[in-house]
């Protein structure tokens, strides 16, 4: 009998085999996948759960009554001023003197700390809160309001600074930037690179006032700037009122210059150096510290919360299947 083997009959026979290996493959990636895209949401819904207990936890403690028998010892009260001073923040005008009212009207405030940590953010916001806390000194002249500066205490949060008694920081804090800026960019030369054409209807000369798309006029531009030192004046007087002759004769002051907590005690912008716990304890030699800050809405922050936390979730089961 004749036993050759013809060498292509070989090949078809190991076709199927190669086949099925790779339908195998397949099917287990798919299987890893479905699994990884099935933990994914599994963390992402228990991330929510976390996240609904928490802040059901946190107003809980927040209405719980050992809160009301803090204030009915004399305090050092206390307001944070956090991040972007703007309307709708959890820095803004509403919120920070809704706080600053609280404190100052409960009848066992000895003091007020005004703890700030803010790079600045909107002149009118902070105007209103500069404004506010004079206007409260002079309703309770009996109850001393100190600035006390982690961070950053710039621009529009030294605005706020200079309303208090006085204003302390810690050696290594970022203060000052006294100045105003507006933002903008110009595309003239790329959309002409482009070739394309820029159409721009408006009713009133001016009205297309700095397009970004169009060159700068200079008549618009002078405009703007009077805008500009117009609120920097304004800024400059806030800083004049509130620290009056201990400011120091140096004109770099009011340039924008941003200086650190130990260089603002030698120019005058601040009084000393020290944290929120040192001022309690060592100026007003009342230690107990009431917070009055008055947060965002549960709601608000609770869609935050969970925006942060999906974000994160996704990004790093995105990050998974790049690997």
């Known amino acids: 009998m004749n036993a050759s083997m013809d060498p292509d009959d070989g090949q078809r026979r190991s076709a199927p085999e190669n086949w099925e290996r790779e339908a195998l493959r397949e099917i287990a990636l798919a299987g890893v996948k479905e699994r990884r895209a099935a933990r994914r949401w599994g963390i992402f819904f228990k991330l929510l759960g976390f996240a609904y207990l928490f802040f059901i ?35 803004s005008a509403d919120l920070v003197v809704r706080g600053l009212r609280a404190a100052f009207e409960n009848r066992n405030t000895v003091a007020v700390i005004l703890r700030i940590n803010s790079p600045g953010g909107s002149p009118v916001q902070a105007g209103y809160i500069n404004d506010a806390i004079r206007h409260l000194r002079e309703q309770h002249p009996d109850i001393p309001l100190y600035a006390v500066i982690s961070d950053v205490g710039a621009s529009g949060g030294y605005y706020v600074a200079v309303s208090a008694d006085r204003i302390y920081a810690d050696r290594a804090s970022i203060i000052g930037s006294i100045g105003v800026r507006m933002d903008s960019f110009g595309f003239v030369d790329a959309i002409d690179r482009l070739g394309i054409e820029r159409r721009l209807m408006t009713a009133g000369g001016n009205k297309g006032l700095l397009d970004p798309f169009m060159p700068v006029q200079a008549d618009e531009k002078a405009h703007v700037q009077a805008m500009l030192d117009r609120i920097h004046m304004q800024f400059v007087e806030a800083v004049k009122t509130g620290r009056g002759d201990r400011l120091a004769d140096d004109p770099r002051l009011f340039t924008g210059l941003i200086w650190t907590g130990e260089e603002g005690v030698e120019l005058g912008l601040i009084d000393g150096l020290g944290s929120a716990g040192y001022v309690a304890r060592e100026v007003v030699g009342e230690e107990r510290i009431v917070d009055f800050t008055r947060r965002q809405d549960l709601f608000t922050r609770l869609a935050e919360g969970l925006g942060v936390a999906a974000l994160r979730v996704f990004q790093d089961g995105f990050q998974g299947t790049l690997r």
């Open 57 to 91: 936890l946190f107003a809980v403690m927040d209405s719980m009554p050992g809160r009301d028998a803090d204030r009915k010892a004399p305090h050092t009260a206390l307001v944070d001023v956090q991040g972007i001073i703007a309307e709708g923040s959890a820095a």
